[in-house]
Structure formats: structure tokens, C-alpha cells
């Protein structure tokens, strides 16, 4: 089964990001690897916002890794055309807006890594980096992906 058709049948229809922000893209692809732009937890009409230990729980949070990686996939869909161009995951990198004295940044972003292995199996596994900072507008989760596709 495809990856398009896993995540249909997951119920998640990923349309490709618009590529321009302004001064910045979406993704860059540059030989066989697609570097993306931070991806936020925001889905439909609704965004997660807030610290994390604070303002939202570990589980809100983790939830917000997963919307933040399904962003991930629709800056990847914009140059490349379709997820199926995808060969693997080679590195995540998660950043968590935290509360002072949270420290369980992984745990926060196993809801991408858990997501990216569910969908594209043994491909989706990646190495990652976790960390806790202030993140802009208060956003609960920013994700940076590379990708290795055809």
C-alpha cells in the first residue's frame, strides 16, 4: 500500500503546503533530500499553544508533535509531489515550548516519531533530537524533517 493511501485510510487527506512564506520556504529539496522549514501544530482551524508542564499536558502536547509532523509531510508533498517519493526519514528535530521544570521533551516528541513509524514503517524510523525551549507565538511544538526521497 502506498504511504498516500495508509494516511487516507488513517483519515488524513495531506494536501501539499503552499511552498512561500514570505522569505522562507515551506521545504527545499537539494539532491535526493527534502530539508523542511519548523512545522507547528496547526490542523484545520484548530492550533495547540501553550507551555508545555504548564498550560498543556504531556498527552495535548504529544498530540501536537503528531499535527506538527503531518505539517512536516505537506511541506515535503509541496516539491516533491507526492509522499510516495519518500524513501526514509533521516532526522527529526523537536522542540518543545516548556514550562520550567519539564523535562520530558522525548516523550512530547514520540507523537511525531510514533506517527512517522505507524505510517511509512521502518522508513519512518529516523534519528532525532528532543529539546525544551520558548518557541514563537507560543506554539506548543516546532518539527524540522529531513527526508531522503527519489
Known sequence: MSYEAKLQ??????????????????????????????QVPIWGD?????????????EQAYEAAKWSALN????????T???????????????????EGFNDTSAVINGCSDFLCEVFGDAGKHARSAVGMSLPLNYAVEIEV?????
Open 9 to 38: 485510510e488513517m483519515g488524513y487527506i495531506i494536501e501539499p503546503a503552499p511552498l512561500h512564506l514570505g522569505k522562507l520556504l515551506q521545504a527545499v529539496k537539494t539532491g535526493n533530500l527534502v530539508y523542511t522549514s519548523g
Open 46 to 58: 484548530r492550533s495547540v499553544k501553550g507551555k508545555v508542564g504548564k498550560d498543556l499536558t504531556l
Open 72 to 79: 512536516a509531510l505537506r511541506a515535503i508533498k509541496a516539491v
Open 81 to 99: 509531489g507526492s509522499l510516495d517519493e519518500i524513501v526514509r526519514f533521516v532526522k527529526v528535530l523537536g522542540m518543545v515550548n516548556v514550562s
Open 146 to 150: 529531513i527526508a531522503e526521497v527519489r
